[in-house]
């Protein structure tokens, strides 16, 4: 189902022209190397381009469309028309890993003709029949370019540094790059599309194919290696059955894996609308390539920054309209478009499926817009909590790393964008923040009143579910955690600028055993009343027996997890109620 859908992007992107066609793809060029119709290098031409790096402006290379990449595991295997120094130019930099430790060897070039001549060859089994001005130079290039001659080394003086750091080359004959011309690329499309291999059924397009042992890297995903990482790999015998090998396992045709990886290579090229929640890259796309479902996704499904023109009241305006299926006619959005949204996690050489979800653009609003309804709370800042945020709830903040979990991250942005029950790991964590820290932010109490909500229980019904102080409610465990915030208020009036509260010697300890701490709350509360004011006193005194009437002869022996949670929302609810009542004073 990932590959049909990753073909069938790519087939709507070719209609589109945002993509190259079969055999062809982007390849990010640093250099251009300028010849002439001899076939003597004559110039060598940078090709980069100014990009904003926040609030710098850096120097990146030029993406350009070339014959496709060959994939390298091991081995020596040149590109067609392009490579890096080591292959086009017979020379690479020191490599202490792969030459040995040398006595002053930093910077020093390393000749390679072995890659060189792999190249030459390559070229001239493509280029032989081909008579064009461009071939001819390229040919003589190869057979008459010497690295190890001074002369000819020296026309790379000025960017010798550049190239050898590791860019990629590309030919420039008299003023034109050599995949412009027609008979060159005629000529590789014939190489590409001649049959090798095994010829079988393809399993993603159903049709007979050549299929390919080894599919193309795929580029992108954080964590995983610079020079790209598969997502369908067989390495060992366990993995390989009736006498199969490599991705004979699973056989997928040469151009259903030149489709997939192409269109995913695609998608995790535009950086602005990959995202990242944990260890997970996140890609999403809607059928038919439609751009501007991919640009509000960003702010709709994960708080992103809106995107130019539109604040976050619009943003949540028009996924409420989605939600309820009503088509949104500024942004051209159909709540019936098919969206799918793909999570990838890091594994060495390889890639795993984090999720694969599949709906329409309106379904995924509807589990949005229920998500962020759940989440409302009294003090939170974000008419919708965007997911870095939501999960930042879960860390330590005064960690060195401040990564939640990746098993977590990735259940909880599942469970979200699927409209499915939050994962219990997502609760334990913010339990564990609220006793390690004692305090309750408005985004782990909106966490806590979001996960019984959709996770119910009788423990935590939803009376105390609500978005801010509910007065009515007789919830023991929801009072007592209202009981404990008037607590901590009278002993603040009593000891104006205390620098410790009972919340920071009591609170894990009420929540979790009422029966044991209460008694000693009681008494110190009386002993705090007498330092206030008659007016005061009378006004906290009477809040408080109001409470304890609710409650039953004796407090409670302990708390379950879920009345814990309700204990942490009442005390939330009160403390949040006490200064609200002053703003409307």
């Known amino acids: 189902m990932i590959l049909q859908s990753l073909v069938q992007l790519y087939e709507d992107l070719v209609k589109r022209g945002n993509i190259a066609p079969p055999g062809w793809g982007p390849a990010k060029i640093s250099y251009a190397l300028c010849l002439g119709e001899d076939g003597a290098l004559r110039q060598v031409i940078p090709q980069v381009c100014e990009v904003k790096s926040g609030k710098k402006t850096v120097l990146r290379p030029i993406s350009q469309s ?154 992108g995903v954080t964590g995983a290696q610079s020079s790209g990482a598969a997502l369908v790999s067989f390495n060992a015998p366990a993995f390989c059955s009736y006498g199969k090998e490599q991705n004979l396992n699973a056989p997928v045709g040469k151009y259903a894996a030149f489709a997939y990886t192409s269109a995913l290579n695609y998608l995790l090229a535009d950086r602005e609308n990959v995202q990242r929640v944990g260890d997970t890259t996140i890609v999403c796309w809607a059928a038919g390539a439609e751009k501007q479902y991919t640009l509000f996704s960003g702010a709709a499904l994960l708080g992103n920054a809106p995107p130019q023109g539109i604040s976050e009241t619009e943003v949540r305006s028009v996924v409420k309209r989605l939600a309820e299926g009503r088509p949104c006619q500024e942004w051209d959005l159909d709540p019936q478009q098919p969206f799918y949204v793909l999570g990838l996690a890091p594994n060495a050489a ?25 989440m409302e709370i009294v003090g939170n800042t974000y008419s919708m909590v965007p997911l870095w945020a939501m999960l930042r709830e879960t860390v330590n903040p005064h960690a060195t790393d401040k990564t939640p979990s990746p098993v977590m991250a990735g259940a909880v942005t599942r469970a979200i964008f699927g ?21 309750i932010t408005p985004g782990r109490a909106a966490i806590i009143k979001a996960y019984y909500l959709k996770n119910p ?9 609500t978005v801010s102080l509910n007065e009515n409610s007789t919830n023991i465990p929801y009072t007592l955690g209202r009981l404990f915030s008037l607590y901590e208020a009278v002993q603040e009036k009593a000891n104006p600028g205390i ?87």
């Open 66 to 219: 070339l014959p496709a990449a060959v994939k390298r595991t091991s081995g020596v295997l040149p590109n067609f028309l392009w490579d890096n120094a080591g292959y086009l130019l017979g020379i690479r930099k020191y490599d202490e890993k792969k030459d040995g430790p040398r006595e002053e060897a930093a910077g020093e070039i390393v000749f390679c003709p072995e890659l060189f001549q792999a190249c030459a060859r390559l070229h001239h089994d493509l280029l032989d029949e081909v008579h064009t001005p461009t071939a001819t130079a390229i040919l003589r290039f190869f057979d008459t370019w010497d690295p190890q001659e001074e002369r000819q080394l020296g026309c790379l003086s000025e960017e010798l540094e550049g190239i050898l750091n590791g860019g990629n080359l590309v030919f420039r004959v008299e003023g034109h790059f050599a995949q412009e011309d027609p008979q060159i690329r005629a000529a590789w499309q014939r190489h590409y599309d001649q049959a090798e291999g095994v010829r079988m059924q393809c399993l993603v397009s159903g049709k007979e194919d050549d299929i390919v042992s080894v599919h193309p890297a795929i580029k």
């Open 419 to 439: 409209g499915l029950p939050y994962p219990a790991s997502l609760l334990e964590a913010v339990t564990c923040r609220i006793r390690a820290e004692r305090t």
């Open 499 to 585: 620098n410790a509260t009972i919340k920071d010697k009591y609170f894990n300890s009420a929540s979790a055993t009422p029966a044991t701490i209460f008694p000693i709350l009681d008494n110190l509360c009386q002993k705090h009343l007498r330092k206030l004011d008659p007016g005061i006193r009378i006004y906290y005194d009477r809040e408080i027996c109001n409470l304890k009437d609710r409650l039953e002869e004796s407090y409670p022996l302990r708390l379950t997890l879920p009345e814990q949670g309700s204990f942490n929302l009442g005390y939330y609810h009160q403390y949040k109620a006490r200064f609200t009542k002053k703003e409307e004073k």
């Open 350 to 374: 390889r890639l795993s499926v984090r999720f694969f979800l599949r709906d329409s653009f309106g379904g995924f609003m509807r589990h949005i817009n229920d998500h962020h309804q759940r």
């Open 457 to 465: 229980t009788p423990q935590c019904p939803k009376e105390v579910l």
